[in-house]
């Protein structure tokens, strides 16, 4: 008996083809279909669920021409700190007054393809009575759901976080796809001034592949996202440096968790120097520095590289991200912007009925100017002098 349990920890498991989906096994294999060979060297289990046609086509829907992620998916107290910059108190009325605003502005799903929400959104209607997923669906946006649980101190690090959330990420992923989501977003940070620690980036690349591996089970497109912070007085080689050994932990770890590229979407900060840094780059500076991040680190079989914003101006965002659409690339180079979207937008509205139709205009203007920067047709002329601030935040929490 002790022998055969030997040969059996030895033995690989070899599924019949019929179980196979591109390449990919169903979740549960029936038992009738595995068989152990003990000479077989040592196992490479490949597995996406049921789910793997799925998530392939909303990934591609999402990376679609043109179009981008609105992220909305500010946490309710990071909602009031918004709130209370144009004097309204943080209450559901006023969020909700709010997310209706974006959601229902004329034509949006022109220039945006997905729409990252908070969980109380998720289950939110509009002021009108209409569920906002649904509002979402008839824009042809497809809803998204943020599933991690912020960040907290890292023990044993330089002062450094990672982020919580895997604890019942399951049975939350199931719930959010029954309520309409259908992609996924898990941010961590990654801080260059405090390091970063090689243990602060293996748990940040660690999370993030489980989280991955999770969201797909459960029908969801996990956005991946390690954010390398702009706190900081580095300059941009620093930040290709880090970038490039975070991006490689990322992939190992996501191969390591069998998760199906051509099933995730990335949100990378692009490759710039510290905000603090005396040295500027420029927006052709800033591209070439990504795009050869890019290409060293990212395979072709990822459908969308959606950039966060994280704290440069709405036009910076734009200008940047056009100047990586200069020349074809092997993925879909677009946005994922929150702050770089939405800025103008809550100060043109201010809280005030009668400026929505103003403010949804504004978020209009920004939505199209991102969508010609992924084609690459971004001229940057006729911008408000509102639109060229920087919002950078040092510290910045989500």
């Not at 060297?41 to 086509?57: C, F, M, Q």
């Not at 969020?95 to 959104?121: D, K, M, W």
């Not at 990378?268 to 795009?291: F, I």
């Amino acid at each position: 008996m002790a022998s055969a349990s030997a040969s059996l920890l030895k033995s690989s498991l070899v599924l019949d083809k019929s179980e196979w989906v591109k390449g990919q096994t169903l979740r549960q294999p029936s038992v009738s279909v595995v068989r152990c060979h003990p000479t077989a060297p040592s196992a490479l289990t490949i597995r996406a669920g049921s789910y793997a046609d799925e998530l392939v086509k909303t990934a591609k829907i999402v990376a679609s021409p043109g179009r981008g992620i609105l992220a909305m998916d500010e946490s309710n107290a990071t909602c009031g700190k918004r709130l209370a910059s144009i004097g309204l108190e943080n209450t559901e009325a006023n969020r909700q007054a709010y997310r209706t605003l974006l959601v229902t502005a004329p034509g949006l799903g022109q220039f945006v393809s997905g729409a990252i929400l908070f969980e109380e959104t998720l289950y939110q209607s509009t002021v009108d009575g209409k569920k906002i997923v649904d509002i979402l669906v008839e824009q042809k946006i497809v809803p998204g759901i943020k599933v991690d649980k912020g960040l907290v101190p890292l023990a044993g690090s330089n002062n450094e976080s990672w982020c919580q959330g895997l604890d019942g990420l399951a049975s939350r992923s199931a719930a959010y796809y029954q309520q309409g989501a259908r992609f996924a977003k898990w941010r961590t940070v990654v801080s260059i001034p405090n390091g970063p620690s090689a243990l602060a980036v293996k748990e940040a690349a660690w999370g993030l592949a489980r989280y991955a591996s999770i969201s797909q089970d459960n029908g969801l497109v996990p956005i991946v996202e390690p954010e390398i912070l702009l706190d900081g007085e580095h300059g941009i080689d620093r930040t290709f440096e880090v970038a490039l050994k975070v991006w490689s932990e990322v992939f190992f770890y996501l191969a390591e968790n069998n998760v199906l590229f051509e099933g995730i979407l990335l949100k990378p900060s692009m490759v710039t120097p510290g905000a603090e840094c005396k040295e500027r780059a420029t927006p052709q500076q800033v591209a070439d520095y990504t795009l050869k991040l890019l290409h060293r680190r990212i395979p072709p079989a990822v459908p969308g590289i959606m950039f966060l914003s994280g704290g440069q101006s709405e036009v910076e965002a734009t200008l940047n991200l056009n100047a990586m659409n200069q020349s074809p690339n092997p993925w879909h180079v677009s946005f994922s912007y929150a702050r770089a979207l939405q800025n103008t937008t809550l100060k043109t509205w201010g809280g005030r009925p009668e400026n929505v139709k103003a403010a949804q205009d504004a978020l209009l203007i920004r939505a199209k100017a991102n969508s010609l920067a992924q084609l690459g047709k971004y001229t940057g002329e006729g911008e408000s002098e509102e639109a060229k601030k920087g919002m950078f935040v040092k510290g910045y929490v989500y």
